[in-house]
């Protein structure tokens, strides 16, 4: 118990859940006492299975909250704790009747003769109706009756039971995924008592049954989803047990990864290997190129043929699959220029890389990741005027400043950066006449980039440019042009001083540390105490401001 403190609870559940499991203290019951765990129940929005666990001066748990089913240390948790901290001093008392309960009910089922015992568990079957099913099931699987099982399991996963108006609500959902859950024991049941065949069978046939009725069911917790990976799992045992029939595995096998309810088992086909063998992996190829030739475009298919093409290193293959379906901005093309290139074929990746551009709509819409690509293939092979040349048609079909910086990359490596500027510039000024303001911030940018300054203020001027490259404008400037900034920091002071909250305040003391910064360089410190001394008496009431004033000495 040295693990189980406040303090404990708190840091594993946080500030918030800790507080508002303090509400919860009074909704716990049945708490019961093993070794290394306490588990309980806790009345929430409905009744959640909660258990802690203690080892040494750690300590964790488990609940089945939607919350506490994400391996969060939920509210529900921190109540049971808290409870049980409450009652420390009576602690060693509850272990003891726990433990003494459990003994005297084995000591009692223990000296029940045969016909008293069997009289008991009919008695309890006939009282509850989901412990009645799981003995039924359990003895299906015990005589190896096939049918029996098969007739339980599609009873197992029939959300009729539990659905109003044909869907299961979220409510319900948990109860229905703990009966379905019980197809999963059933059929690893069969293939521990040697009927492996019949088990890979009932679980192909269990798991479309659930894919039948998934759309159906409110899985917002995931149990579903979980006992859907189970069964995959009981496939896969079943199947190394039995060992198929190789060509019939890979066919169901790449029929229900290209099912819609596939992510339900989350399965993957290239992980039966060991079971396929070489002619079901071979088969597993075919049917999936097959499938592929039905349907072009599906995604599901596009993608498992990749994959199997890639696990068998079928670099052919996987360019077949991306040449089918090119895409008009040359993705495509980069992703099969990639492959090409990490198996060693670089000649044929280049080709690829400089088809993708050539064949793409529009190369102000091209995949600007296939341009850097050939860019960069470019410059490693010492091409580096056709890397300018790609550089420089990327500007002028999207002229912005990453264009321009990567122009310039490339053109200051082929030596020819100054005309390529002034093209680059030209460009630029004409899109001024042509786009207005939008071109006219585009090449602001370009020249703030540039560290052109003396261009940089005369397009500001003449074509605009936003609050923010004005602020650059200043802050670069302020060295050898303070008498140019200081107006611009003004009339940004002056703005942000009609806002309120700490963001706006922080900004306005930064902007008045450089106004008095250029009224220093302009030799007015007079000027800037006397500013200060008006904005200090106009916003007196912001506190917050004030004290940040105080704070940077202003």
């Not at 009282?127 to 009645?132: A, F, H, M, T, V």
């Not at 029996?148 to 539990?162: A, K, Q, T, V």
């Not at 799992?233 to 198929?244: L, S, T």
């Not at 071109?439 to 609050?467: C, F, I, N, P, S």
């Amino acid at each position: 118990m040295g693990g189980l403190t406040e303090a404990k609870l708190r840091a594993l559940a946080g500030g918030r859940s800790f507080d508002r499991g303090l509400d919860y203290v009074d909704e716990v019951s049945g708490v019961e006492f093993g070794d290394g765990w306490i588990r309980a129940s806790v009345r929430g929005t409905e009744r959640y299975e909660v258990e802690l666990l203690l080892g040494g001066r750690k300590l964790g748990g488990t609940c089945d909250c939607p919350y506490g089913q994400e391996g969060n240390f939920c509210k529900h948790l921190v109540a049971l704790g808290l409870a049980v901290i409450a009652q420390k001093a009576d602690l060693p008392r509850l272990k003891k009747t726990a433990r003494d309960r459990t003994r005297g009910l084995e000591a009692w089922l223990t000296g029940l003769s045969r016909d008293d015992l069997l009289a008991l568990v009919g008695e309890e079957a006939a009282e509850d109706r989901s412990l009645r099913r799981r003995l039924e099931l359990r003895a299906a699987s015990a005589h190896g009756d096939v049918a029996g099982i098969r007739s339980r399991i599609r009873e197992l996963l029939d959300i009729g039971p539990f659905a109003q108006y044909g869907y299961v609500e979220y409510a319900d959902a948990r109860a229905y995924a703990d009966q379905a859950g019980q197809a999963v024991t059933a059929i690893r049941s069969l293939t521990a008592s040697g009927r492996a065949a019949d088990a890979t069978a009932l679980a192909q046939e269990a798991i479309g049954l659930l894919a039948s009725v998934v759309e159906g069911v409110d899985d917002s917790d995931g149990r579903l989803g979980r006992v859907g990976a189970d069964l995959a799992d009981a496939h896969h045992e079943a199947c190394r047990a039995a060992r198929p029939d190789p060509e019939e595995l890979a066919h169901w096998l790449v029929t229900h990864a290209l099912d819609e309810a596939a992510d339900l088992t989350d399965f993957d086909p290239l992980d039966y290997g060991d079971v396929l063998g070489e002619r079901g992996t071979v088969a597993l190829r075919r049917y999936a190129a097959e499938a592929l030739q039905a349907n072009r475009t599906g995604w599901a298919e596009k993608h498992l043929m990749r994959r199997l093409a890639k696990s068998g290193r079928d670099i052919d293959t996987v360019i077949a699959v991306h040449a089918a379906d090119l895409a008009p901005d040359g993705h495509t093309h980069l992703l099969v220029a990639r492959e090409l290139d990490a198996a060693g074929r670089t000649a044929e990746a280049l080709e690829w890389a400089e088809r993708g551009i050539r064949e793409a709509e529009d190369l102000a819409g091209v995949n600007t990741a296939l341009v850097d690509h050939l860019a960069d293939r470019y410059t490693r092979t010492d091409r580096l005027a056709d890397a300018v040349t790609l550089r420089r048609d990327h500007f002028a079909a999207r002229r912005t400043l990453l264009t321009y910086q990567q122009l310039r990359v490339a053109a200051v490596a082929a030596d020819c950066w100054l005309t390529e500027r002034e093209e680059a510039l030209e460009l630029l000024r004409a899109d001024v006449e042509q786009a207005g303001a939008y071109g006219g911030r585009v090449l602001v940018d370009v020249l703030l980039d540039d560290k052109d300054l003396d261009a940089a203020w005369q397009a500001a001027h003449e074509h605009g440019a936003h609050d923010g490259q004005w602020l650059t404008l200043a802050d670069q400037s302020r060295p050898s042009r303070p008498a140019d900034a200081l107006p611009i920091y003004l009339r940004l002071a002056a703005r942000l001083a009609r806002e309120t909250g700490n963001r706006a305040y922080e900004q306005l003391v930064s902007l008045l540390l450089s106004v008095r910064d250029c009224h220093h360089r302009l030799g007015t410190p007079d000027d800037f105490t006397a500013y200060v001394a008006d904005l200090r008496a106009a916003q007196k009431r912001k506190r917050n401001l004030m004290r940040l004033m105080d704070d940077c000495g202003l």
